[in-house]
């Protein structure tokens, strides 16, 4: 299954995962969406992340953040440029 706009998928899971209040979301892992988890980390906006092999499809697991009172670290996640 193609995906069409993997990064969009990307930051729509952790936007999920932070209002569910989650310590990890898994996504599908591509070299963009590895490079935005490293820029994620290198911030300090998540914990770390890890590509996981799989046998159809290596995943990301990213680890969220979140500040001393449980507030999330990340505010607003927006995708500014779109593909196309």
């Known amino acids: ?36 988890c490293r820029v994620l980390k290198d911030e300090g906006y998540i914990e770390d992340y890890k590509r996981i092999p799989d046998v159809k499809q290596d995943f990301l697991r990213v680890y969220l953040k979140y500040g001393r009172n449980g507030e999330d670290v990340i505010t607003d996640l927006k995708r500014i440029s779109r593909p196309g």
């Open 1 to 36: 299954m193609s995906l069409s706009d993997p990064i969009a998928d990307l930051l729509t899971r952790i936007r999920n995962a932070l209002r569910a209040r989650h310590t990890i979301v898994n996504a599908r892992a591509s070299g963009i969406c590895e490079g935005v």
